[in-house]
């Protein structure tokens, strides 16, 4: 096993009506600042809730933030928790508004143009407001991790940055609140969490046993609760699992001590900073033909999920892996995802710009083995036409 340095400080709260808990979870001096998406968390309920929950606290309202969130927008916070004066945040919503409420706790006291978070990948960060979230969408892992996304639209650029900084302080995990999303979204929910196993466990063996078997029991449960969840969408205890599932498949626990892939997810930003994508969309296109590329340095973990995952027990070693590689699509495509460029309008003129932007972006060495350079991404993207 390889060493690692394990440290997650976000509190979880969990279950039925839970938001309530924000009176005592929220300092009771602070002066908030409540972020959120478009329309969904007023038009449900959601946001009421919480302003109930913070009493007579100071509290200001941000929506807006958009899905794939932008700097361009979550700049214009950090201008009003600035102006202000506002010291605790609490988002509330899914990846997006987790995500773009990591980097305004960043930003404002950022010295210097923020964009440099994201250029740094976060090692700029040096001080962050205390935020937490009220989760709504389970998928990212967001609410219980120290990354974000963020895109540059004036440089059509999506970034990830991390820094031990921005773990939300809590996070409220009630899975009534994901009774209200559309299947797109559950969808989009269930295949996002398996692919973030997937970059976690999908390398070479490393001797983390129990990384291994956790990471598998994850897919195991993913698969089995993936299409219940679309098929009896008012069933709790689907729900409930869904988010916990969610929340342990990147919150650094299955990652520790093991090497990580990572390839497919920052090929899937590029295509969406270019083409508006969902996330989750873009790595149910890249994964399959990536594993497909990449099945001679990725054999034994293979042939590994083939047999535990899927249960492929019976017959030659190529054959199970291209079986485990063509049941990981079909799950995919079972959830209403499709899996093709060309479902997507996409054609082989749009690849080489693409490849541009990795480049600019340094994303040219990806992968557990740093192996996924530029042509090797060129190669996975023309197999994913
Ligand atoms: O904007 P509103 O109106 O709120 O609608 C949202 C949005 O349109 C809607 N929604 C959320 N909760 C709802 C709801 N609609 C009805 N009922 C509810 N309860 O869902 C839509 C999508 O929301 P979004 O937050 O964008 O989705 P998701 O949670 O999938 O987040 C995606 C973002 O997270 C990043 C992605 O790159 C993307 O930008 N990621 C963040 C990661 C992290 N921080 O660790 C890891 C991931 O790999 C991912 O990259
Ligand atoms: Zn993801």
Redo the contacts with the bound molecule.
């Keep these: 096993m390889q060493n690692f340095d394990f440290y997650n400080p976000t509190q979880i709260i969990f279950g039925k009506d839970t938001i309530g808990r924000l009176a005592e979870l929220v300092p009771s001096e602070a002066r908030v600042l409540v972020l959120?998406?478009?329309?969904?968390?007023r038009k449900?309920g959601?946001l009421a809730e919480v302003l109930t929950a913070l009493g007579d606290r100071h509290v200001q309202e941000f929506g807006g933030?958009?899905?794939?969130?932008t700097y361009e927008t979550l700049m214009r916070a950090v201008a009003l928790v600035r102006r202000d004066g506002l010291d605790f945040l609490l988002a509330v919503?899914?990846?997006?508004?987790?995500?773009g409420t990591?980097f305004v706790a960043a930003a404002v006291p950022f010295a210097g143009e923020p964009w440099q978070i994201l250029e740094s990948f976060g090692a700029k960060v040096s001080k962050a407001l205390p935020f937490g979230s009220v989760l709504?969408?389970p998928?990212?892992?967001?609410e219980m991790?120290n990354?974000?996304?963020v895109?540059n639209k004036a440089l059509q650029a999506?970034l990830?940055f991390r820094s031990p900084l921005v773990f939300p302080c809590f996070s409220i995990l009630d899975p009534q609140?994901?009774f209200?999303?559309?299947e797109s979204?559950i969808a989009?929910?269930v295949v996002?969490a398996f692919v973030?196993v997937m970059e976690q466990y999908l390398t070479y063996p490393a001797g983390g046993l129990a990384q291994d078997r956790f990471a598998e029991g994850l897919l195991q449960t993913l698969i089995e609760i993936g299409p219940k969840a679309l098929a009896t969408p008012n069933d709790y205890e689907v729900r409930a699992n869904l988010m916990w599932v969610a929340t342990l498949a990147?919150n650094g626990l299955i990652g520790a001590g093991v090497p990580q892939d990572w390839a497919t997810?920052m090929i899937g930003?590029e295509l969406?900073a270019a083409h508006g994508i969902d996330?989750?969309r873009t790595l149910a296109v890249i994964l399959p033909s990536l594993l497909t590329h990449c099945q001679q340095s990725k054999r034994a973990k293979l042939l590994q999920y083939a047999d535990r995952v899927w249960q492929l027990k019976e017959g030659d070693e190529q054959g199970r892996i291209e079986g485990a590689i063509a049941r990981t699509r079909a799950f995919f495509e079972q959830m209403g995802i499709a899996t093709r460029l060309a479902d997507y309008g996409l054609d082989q003129a749009d690849i080489a710009p693409l490849i541009s932007q990795l480049e600019a972006h340094g994303m040219t060495a990806l992968g557990e083995h740093r192996s996924v350079t530029p042509e090797v991404s060129r190669a996975i993207l023309e197999a994913s036409l």
């Design positions: 959120f998406g478009g329309e969904s968390a449900n959601t933030i958009e899905p794939n969130p919503g899914g990846g997006s508004v987790i995500d990591k709504t969408l998928a990212t892992g967001s991790n990354g974000a996304v895109t999506k990830p609140k994901t209200t999303l559309p979204q989009n929910g996002d973030h990147l997810h930003h969406t996330h989750a």
